[in-house]
């Protein structure tokens, strides 16, 4: 059950940032940085069986495998710009956290276009007469 380790952990690390806030918020906030940057990384051995497992069924299906790294490139790309404006969040940086969200979807959008280009050439193929 790590659901219950990581909201443990979330849930010690609240109170004492709650606690530690009133004297010394620059370490509440060092001390909330550092739980997510543990959480995340409790996290990265699930994240490599999803990303091997997600491969194993592109190769089966004969999907291009750049397609699979791409779309996985962008899943990345989500959740890292995510993680980043909540902690700018986190830190009253309102503005700056904004920023990083429209940096990771101009990103996205920006990797995402030779997988729409493909699909519109695909269904245009499908259609009869072009």
């Known amino acids: ?3 219950i380790q990581i909201v443990g ?3 010690i690390a609240t109170f004492l940032a709650l606690i530690v806030k009133e004297q010394k918020p620059t370490f509440a906030f060092m001390l909330v ?3 997510g940057c543990v959480i995340f990384l409790f996290l990265i051995d699930q994240v490599y069986e999803i990303v091997r497992m997600v491969e194993r069924i592109a190769f089966n299906a004969n999907v291009n495998l750049i397609y699979v790294e791409t ?3 962008i899943i990345g790309i989500a959740y890292i710009a995510e993680f980043g404006a909540q902690i700018t969040k986190d830190a009253g940086q309102g503005a700056i956290a904004s920023k990083i969200e429209l940096g990771g979807k ?3 959008l920006t990797m995402a276009i030779p997988i729409l280009t493909v699909i519109i050439e695909t269904v245009l193929g499908m259609i009869p007469g072009t």
């Open 33 to 35: 940085v550092f739980v």
């Open 106 to 108: 101009i990103l996205i």
């Open 1 to 3: 059950m790590e659901i």
């Open 9 to 11: 952990l979330g849930l």
């Open 71 to 73: 779309i996985l490139k």
